[in-house]
């Protein structure tokens, strides 16, 4: 207990130990390809600037389908564990703690793997997997343990409730026997039980067992690694009556943990979310009024709110979800250096950065040629330079893929992806791209030959069985790509732009941290 005690001691000498203000990082890219994307030199120039911009912490999310290849038995991607080692002793040169978001649903991977939604369906079913993910959280226990800087982890609901919620679209009998291979039936103490459809009043019961079922999980889970918290479900869920009504259904806010709890805020939670626009009186309101809920009037006070999204880009809500009124914002914000400390011991921003939604593994060769194919000249491991990938007229490479698998999805409705390209230097080359293989669109130069970008038409076999077949091949001329971005929807916040330039909210999110600090 004295070694703790001085390590407590410790890091408290050496780290910010006021209220948390965090950012979670994606390196270049994403949540989904982050991994493939993040190196230790630009996470080094990038930690440094979170740190000016007022933060004391980072948040990094680890998928277990990426850093755990095979559950049977558990193979591992050992250049991931190298990586997010180096990534925590970065963070600590900068005096940045760091937390984790462990088993992470998401993940593009460059070879056949079993695909999240059913990584998470054989958990939920089979109890065969509880081995191989405890394991994963053993390895990364066995990697953290000794890096003081290390703030905590968290398990988040999202990762297994949306498999639970997937259940409830299935046909009868298959909601019958899930409920048998889910411990549904034994909760209800009745082994006829069947998983109900959500329209069903009967679903009361289901939200009550999904609740248990993941507290089961976090208490699974903290067994093997310590400082573990729980993101819970802030969202209500609706419960439709047979007269008709609706009435809501709140979820397990753990109030009775000991641990840290974890949790998110947009402007939408409790809002009429008619596309209506707040005021920063409005949004301060419904903050109150969330956190109040989520703390006991504050008596809890062992919450981050890791999301803590004052603009919420989610494209499938847009034009529904009530938002802050962009010129509201820096009010906000200043007005919640006051509030946050009532209910809350630190809060976090999910996107300090905005970022391509790339669906590309290792769009920056930063591992070598992993994930990509050549597909016309040879290109091969000696074309790779200090600046990326040298390609020479003839040359051809490209990625194959399931749509969905890497975030390519219809809801978009955009008909198209974008494409850039960016090169090391500026030169004279002429590209070409495609998303089925055969018909090419050239790219046009953003006039000074270091940028190409192009629009890709996508058709319906991109979402289906043949999934995407994208090709990049040099026309005319040679140059060294630098990376490579095919996206549908660029998330923006408007902290730091795509390319880390200052954005419209950076300045009052800098004021906020500055008086963060100064109360602590």
Not at 341 to 369: E, K, V
Not at 379 to 403: R, S, W
Not at 446 to 467: K, N
Request: hydrophobic letters at 35%; glycine letters at 10%; proline letters at 4%.
């Amino acid at each position: 207990m004295r070694g703790v005690a001085r390590l407590q001691a410790w890091r408290q000498r050496h780290y910010d130990s006021g209220f948390i203000r965090a950012v979670h990082y994606f390196g270049d890219g994403w949540p989904i390809n982050c991994w493939s994307t993040m190196t230790p030199q630009q996470a080094r120039r990038d930690f440094a600037t979170i740190a000016e911009d007022g933060f004391n912490t980072v948040i990094l999310v680890l998928p277990w389908r990426g850093f755990q290849v095979e559950q049977f038995p558990p193979r591992y991607e050992d250049a991931y564990f190298k990586l997010l080692k180096q990534l925590l002793k970065e963070a600590a040169r900068a005096k940045l703690w760091v937390i984790l978001r462990v088993s992470y649903s998401h993940h593009i991977c460059d070879e056949a793997r079993l695909i999240s939604k059913h990584l998470t369906a054989g958990f939920l079913t089979d109890a065969a997997f509880e081995a191989p993910w405890l394991h994963y959280l053993r390895r990364l226990r066995r990697l953290t343990r000794f890096h003081a800087n290390l703030y905590g982890s968290f398990i988040c609901w999202e990762e297994f409730w949306h498999g639970l919620m997937r259940f409830t679209e299935e046909s009868q009998e298959t909601r019958k026997a899930l409920a048998a291979k889910t411990g549904y039936c034994d909760f209800m103490a009745d082994k006829e039980s069947i998983i109900p459809l959500v329209s069903s009043p009967e679903f009361e019961h289901y939200q009550r067992f999904i609740n248990t079922r993941l507290r089961d999980i976090f208490e699974l889970g903290a067994s093997q690694l310590p400082r573990l918290g729980y993101e819970f479900r802030v969202d209500k869920d609706p419960l439709h009556n047979l007269d008709g009504s609706v009435s809501w259904l709140a979820n397990d806010y753990l109030l009775d943990s000991s641990d840290t709890r974890y949790s998110y805020w947009a402007p939408f939670i409790g809002a009429a979310n008619e596309g209506e626009q707040l005021s920063a009186e409005q949004a301060l309101a419904l903050l109150d009024y969330n956190l109040g809920e989520q703390t006991g009037q504050g008596r809890d006070r062992k919450l981050i709110i890791d999301q803590f999204n004052f603009v919420d880009d989610t494209f499938k809500y847009t034009g529904q979800n009530a938002r802050l009124a962009l010129d509201q914002i820096p009010t906000f914000l200043d007005q919640c250096a006051e509030h946050l400390p009532r209910y809350c011991q630190g809060y976090g921003i999910w996107a300090w950065r905005d970022y391509h939604q790339n669906h590309l593994f290792n769009p920056g060769f930063h591992m070598g040629l992993r994930g990509w194919r050549s597909h016309g000249g040879v290109v091969g491991e000696g074309a790779l330079t200090e600046d990326g990938l040298c390609l020479q007229e003839g040359d051809e490479l490209g990625q194959d893929f399931g749509g969905a698998s890497h975030g390519m999805h219809r809801k978009y409705k955009t008909g198209s992806a974008e494409l850039h390209v960016y090169l090391a230097a500026p030169v004279q080359v002429m590209l070409e791209a495609s998303l089925d293989g055969e018909n090419y669109v050239p790219l046009m130069s953003d006039g000074g030959g270091s940028q190409h970008y192009c629009e890709l038409p996508i058709d319906d076999p991109v979402y289906g069985a043949r999934g995407a077949l994208f090709r990049l091949r040099v026309q005319r001329g040679s140059g060294v790509i630098r990376s490579v971005s095919l996206f549908q929807y660029a998330y923006r916040v408007g902290i730091r732009e795509v390319g880390g330039e200052a954005g419209p909210f950076l300045e009052p999110l800098r004021s906020l941290n500055q008086k963060l600090l100064s109360s602590s």
